[in-house]
């Protein structure tokens, strides 16, 4: 079992940045991969990053390519997703999840494969 808290979400002007945070707590924080999905109104979930095991490797969607960092502390057991550049369309309300099967070096992109998930964070930027 992984239980997983996102925060971090909120109101910021095009072009700002935020920092979403998911702490999780559970199963050993090293031993699953992470990713982050958005899901917009009325469109369906998708995915925003990943990031394997270690924490060395990650993967990201190319709308926030080149614009976002995804990282992870050990000793907090928390997932970092920093968002610079912000747009209008990076409102939603972004998504943690845990994949539990996922492989050392697996960097899973696709809903189906996550085992948890958090509640959600809103994030709003205006124009």
């Known amino acids: 079992q992984v239980q997983l808290v996102e925060s971090g979400g909120g109101l910021v002007q095009a072009g700002g940045s935020l920092r979403l945070s998911c702490t999780a707590s559970?199963?050993?924080?090293?031993?699953?991969?992470m990713g982050w999905f958005r899901q917009a109104p009325g469109k369906e979930r998708e995915f925003v990053a990943t990031?394997?095991?270690?924490?060395?490797?990650?993967y990201y969607a190319d709308s926030v390519k080149g614009r976002s960092t995804l990282s992870r502390d050990y000793a907090k057991n928390t997932v970092y997703l920093q968002m610079n550049s912000l747009k209008p369309e990076d409102t939603a309300v972004y998504y943690c999840?845990?994949?539990?099967?996922?492989?050392?070096?697996?960097?899973?992109?696709?809903?189906?494969?996550?085992?948890?998930w958090g509640q959600g964070t809103q994030v709003t930027v205006s124009s």
């Open positions: 999840a845990a994949d539990v099967d996922a492989s050392y070096h697996s960097l899973t992109t696709t809903t189906a494969e996550y085992d948890y």
């Open positions: 559970g199963r050993t924080f090293g031993s699953y991969g």
């Open positions: 990031i394997n095991w270690s924490g060395a490797s990650t």
